[in-house]
């Protein structure tokens, strides 16, 4: 299942509070996560466990908390654990008594982990298309990803247009808030920033958090050392997919390696490979550490290759190794 | 969806304890969300929590209920943007799942210290 938003919903008040509360409005499924977005005056900040929800979810540390220090408007954003089914509801915490506070909560679904995050404020961003935006994540662990982002128009009115390729799944421009949501899902490892179209231009802050989509894993290959043309080796691992995708080594830990070599599958199962080393006419078979990715059909590799020994003989197999 | 008036609570002096709930009509089915607009007075306390504003949906008329949002409103003059101290403030929260004609909502109050508050709840 691709990385999507499930459901969202936002609230957001200017009377001060100390605490704010939504409810999803159907029930979660499990293995989803949370991107929970918080706001509230940047002369005050989020407590010391910012966020927390009924179903007693874990969530991770702040993952960006960017203060626009001229309008006075914070915002943050936190990525839980993996959910059980059902109603949930989540409260953002405030340090102390603070105004212009809200909470936008999302189940993100198709998703196993957290990757890259940013942030940023920007005084000007100019009403130029996807002008307004977070900045640029470093390079994704792995691909596909979804993007989530959101960006509030702290100096106030109405919040920005979703910026190109982004999808506005909460819906029409809100009726209430200076904020906007949206996401993507992508398949490259290239950084990627939350991009918006200002209305106006005006201060605006705008975070980003990448969430990986689970891939097949690789438990084990065996043998782990092995040498060009040798048949029966078996990786053994979960969520390779029922139908056959593709094998590949590659002489570093980079499935996107210009120089890997596809191997030659006998045998495809969800949790079980058999392939005949091929080391084609790069530098796999040097005996260095070559990396084993396997792909799915639909397209999702595992996060990191898993190390092994190739050699094109026998004896520089066993003398590297 | 236009702002339309489900509730109003008159500016009220409240003493510790439970109020309402105050509960909807049917709603409209195509809001897009309910706004409570808030006003209090110059007694406004200056410390601690002061309530908790707490909000139920249905589905089904009124025949059951389930928790939507809360807010816990604090001490302190309530501002606009610029500092003004000013006797108003907004609290709105954005609901899915238009087409319902069956729909509810209904408010609670937990007060914590004595407070004057109205409010004035409309769906949107």
New interface residues.
Partial sequence: VAGSVL?E???????????????Y??NLTAGSLQHVFGTCDGTKDFAATPVSDSKGTAFGATLDNVNDGT?QQRIGHWASSAVTSG?D?VTVFFNA?A???GIWIKEVGGVSSIDKTTGANQQTPTTGTDSTSSGQTSTLTSQPALVSGLSMRTA?GSGPNVGTGFTDT???L????QARSENKRVTSTAGVAATFTALANVAHTTIVAVFREPGPYIAVVNPRRFVETQTGISIIGAAFGAAQGTLKICPTDNVADANAVSQTVTAWGDTSITFTAVAGTGSLGSGATSYVFVTDTGALSNASGYPVNFAVTAKLAWTKA | MAKATQITVPLTSLTVGQRGPFTSGLLPSNLTGYMLDLTNDATWPTSGDVLKISVEQSNDSGATWAFDASITLSAGPWRAKDGTVINTGVWSVGLQNQGSATRKIRVSMDVLQPCVLGAVVSSV
């Fill in positions: 459901q919903r936002p609230s957001f008040a200017s009377t001060a509070a100390t605490s704010i509360s939504l409810a409005a159907s309008n109603a509801t008594s105004a212009f506070n106030g909460w819906g029409a809100d009726w209430s808030t």
